[in-house]
């Protein structure tokens, strides 16, 4: 199994400026997120599936957390 240091490594750089704009410990919102990563919305909503499939996000109610 891949660490999480290798995934982030094979990142694209909207993909790994989405993550690095994720609160360690909470949920946020694509919306939220969009300001923390320095992104657009349509740019956090496109990098959202590809970190989600490759297991360092997974859904929440409230929008998305990092993977435990």
């Given amino acids: 199994t891949p660490s999480r240091r290798d995934v982030l490594d094979t990142l694209d750089a ?3 400026q989405v993550f690095d704009g994720f609160p360690g410990r909470r949920s946020i ?3 939220e997120l969009a300001v923390a990563s320095g992104l ?3 740019r ?3 990098a ?3 970190l989600e499939l490759s297991g360092l996000i997974e859904p929440t109610p ?3 957390r990092i993977s435990r």
């Fill in 48 to 50: 959202l599936p590809t």
């Fill in 29 to 31: 919102g694509p919306d």
């Fill in 14 to 16: 909207d993909s790994r």
């Fill in 40 to 42: 657009s919305a349509l």
């Fill in 62 to 64: 409230d929008g998305y």
């Fill in 44 to 46: 956090v909503i496109r």
